[in-house]
């Protein structure tokens, strides 16, 4: 069927090129964010880190603190003296590294949901099913992997 | 084994007895009922604050007060826009309407409301323009421009401590109940819905701010941060910015479903335009 089969190329090239150019221009974001580190869930806990590298427990401060960055302190407050706006949403962070396993914090952060599925919590490491997410964010997650592990090392040092 | 269930009797008999004379309770609690003012009764069963609850005496003064209320500025700009022949008809919005003091009176607190032409709710925005368009034949004023909030502020201050009235008709009811799945849609980077915060978590502190009801008593509104009034489309779009989510365009159908449904929650509460918020 030599008609059919020209028909068929002809439409695969059109498919080809709706397909192909988005996922071109999306290969310029994937560029900018690499895809997410996979990770294992084990009970209430990602017992793995998410890098190579150990995290950095000051770098960690600094991003909790941020309001633009970690956004902890909208919802949470915690041992920042300098930070007079705090949020009283969810529970405070102090002692955090004496109630929670470094894999437990880490959980929480990466997908609080897998905990509890109604929690106001974000999660952290996400960039799929979310809906009408503003063109800046799109494909981000909120922290890069390198940087929960920053969090996760400095709230494994809250002890009370 | 299934617990066995009172009988039938037994409860009539309990609750013959516990209102042994029910006439005599009715009367007295109604006579209690009256010794209250409207506010207070209302109070009694309405569990719905307005922003205006949450703000300290300064700010509830300076809303009070015309002369100090800064959106007094923007209603007297309405005023003046209200008496200006305009467009190819060469019509006020006076022509028509006459003193917006009595033919404006109460209509802010029915917005948005079903509109045939449009076959949909629209807001009081949108109503303005609409006029503009159809009958003054001038253009529509753009969204958040000061010529546009100034009418919306002048219309709407012809409502002040009158109670929010979204009309109760079927023709609103899909419209409500898209602005209801709106308010609950997780969405933005943050995946958040506005019930989380505003229903949820109401009256706690969002990083130092106290998150409110959802209440849109008072807009257009003067807010302290904007240092100047805007609409509740404005408010939306900074609590969709906050989630990281794409905030819809001014005059969506999305906006004008949630405001209604947000207005349609504060039925009864009266309205308190031009409000000032922090």
């Known amino acids: ?160 | 084994m299934p617990m066995p269930r009172p009988s039938a009797s037994t409860t009539y008999e309990k609750s013959r007895t516990s209102t042994r004379h029910p006439l005599a309770l009715t009367i007295i609690l109604s006579t209690a009922l009256l010794a209250l003012s409207p506010a207070q009764a209302a109070n009694l069963t309405d569990n719905r604050r307005s922003g205006y609850a949450f703000m300290g005496p300064p700010l509830r003064a300076m809303q009070d007060d015309d002369m100090t209320n800064p959106a007094s500025l923007w209603q007297r700009d309405g005023e003046t826009l209200w008496a200006e022949p305009i467009g190819e008809a060469g019509r006020s919005c006076a022509d028509c309407h006459g003193d917006a003091a009595s033919s404006m009176r109460g209509v802010a607190a029915r917005y948005p409301a079903f509109d045939r032409t449009m076959n949909r709710p629209i807001d009081l925005e949108q109503r303005i323009n609409h006029c503009r368009t159809a009958y003054q034949k001038a253009g529509p004023l753009a969204f958040e421009s000061h010529d546009l909030l100034a009418l919306s502020t002048h219309v709407a201050r012809q409502s002040r401590g009158l109670p929010i009235a979204i009309e109760n008709s079927k023709a609103l009811h899909p419209f409500l109940a898209m602005g209801r799945s709106l308010f609950h849609e997780r969405q933005g980077q943050l995946n958040l819905s506005c019930a989380q915060c505003h229903d949820d978590n109401a009256g706690r502190s969002l990083g130092g701010a106290t998150i409110p009801q959802a209440h849109p008593t008072g807009y257009p509104l003067y807010r302290l941060e904007w240092q100047g009034v805007g609409s509740l489309q404005r408010r939306l779009r900074n609590c969709m910015s906050g989630m990281r989510a794409a905030p819809y365009a001014f005059g969506a159908e999305a906006f004008v479903d949630l405001e209604l449904y947000l207005m349609w929650r504060a039925n009864g509460m009266p309205m308190e335009s031009p409000a000032v918020r922090p």
Request: include cysteine; proline fraction near 11%; charge should be positive.
């Open chain 1, 1 to 160: 069927m030599p008609k059919a089969g020209s028909r068929r190329s002809r439409r695969r090239f059109s498919v080809e090129a709706f397909v192909l150019l988005p996922m071109a221009l999306a290969g310029t974001v994937a560029l900018a964010e690499p895809p997410l580190q996979p990770y294992a869930v084990v009970g209430d806990s990602i017992p793995r880190p998410l890098t190579g590298q150990p995290g950095d427990p000051d770098a960690g401060r600094r991003i909790v603190a941020d309001r633009q960055e970690g956004l902890c302190l909208l919802c949470h407050s915690g041992p920042f003296p300098e930070q007079p706006l705090q949020g009283d949403l969810a529970p405070a962070l102090d002692g955090a590294g004496e109630r929670w396993s470094s894999g437990q914090l880490r959980l929480r952060i990466v997908d609080a949901r897998r905990v509890s599925p109604g929690t106001i919590m974000p999660s952290y490491y996400r960039t799929q099913g979310l809906v009408q997410v503003a063109p800046a964010f799109v494909g981000r997650p909120i922290l890069t992997a390198e940087q929960i592990e920053d969090v996760v090392a400095y709230l494994a040092t809250l002890r009370r």
